[in-house]
C-alpha cells in the first residue's frame, strides 16, 4: 500500500472515533460526520483529505504534535496499535503513545460500538478467496 494511502486510511480511524484534524493551530478543525459510504470513503472524508494533503504541513491531529506532513515523511511507518490493532503511525525510533486514536480511552477495545474500520474492497476479497481456492 501506498504510504499515503496508510495515512489516509489512519485518519478514517482517527475520525471514525470522533477526534479531529486541527488546521493552523487551531483557526478551523476537520471532523467530517460520516467517514465511509458502503464500502467507500464518504465524500465527505474526501474531501477532508483533500484540505489536508494540500497543506499537510499546517494540519495535525488534534492531541499530537506531528504534522500530517511529518507522517508522510520515510521515518514514518504505520503499525498496528499494540493495544487494539487499529492502524498508528511509528517513528521507527520509538512510539508516540498519544497518536493511536484508542489513547485516553479508558474502555477500549469496545465491543459495544461498531469498531472503525478501513473500507472493503469487495472485488480484491473475492480474488484472494479465488486464490486461496484454486491453491487447494
Ligand atoms: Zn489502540
New binding site residues.
Given amino acids: 500500500m501506498a504510504k499515503t494511502a496508510e495515512v489516509k486510511k489512519y485518519l478514517a480511524y482517527w475520525f471514525q472515533l470522533g477526534k479531529s484534524v486541527v488546521i493552523n493551530n487551531g483557526t478551523a478543525t476537520l471532523l467530517p460526520r460520516k467517514v465511509l459510504a458502503g464500502d467507500e470513503y464518504s465524500a465527505e472524508f474526501e474531501e477532508c483529505w483533500q484540505k489536508i494533503v494540500e497543506a499537510p504541513n499546517i494540519c495535525h491531529l488534534e492531541g499530537t504534535h506531528e504534522t500530517i506532513a511529518q507522517l508522510l515523511q520515510p521515518e514514518w511507518g504505520i503499525q498496528s496499535?499494540a493495544?487494539?490493532s487499529?492502524p498508528?503511525p511509528m517513528r521507527h525510533v520509538g512510539m508516540p503513545s498519544t497518536a493511536?486514536p484508542?489513547f485516553d480511552l479508558e474502555t477500549?477495545p469496545n465491543m459495544e460500538i461498531p469498531a472503525p474500520r478501513g473500507p472493503v474492497n469487495s472485488q480484491e476479497k473475492l480474488f484472494s478467496i479465488r486464490n486461496r481456492l484454486m491453491k487447494n
Wanted: aromatic share 12%.
Fill in positions: 496499535c493495544r487494539c487499529m498508528v493511536c484508542c477500549w
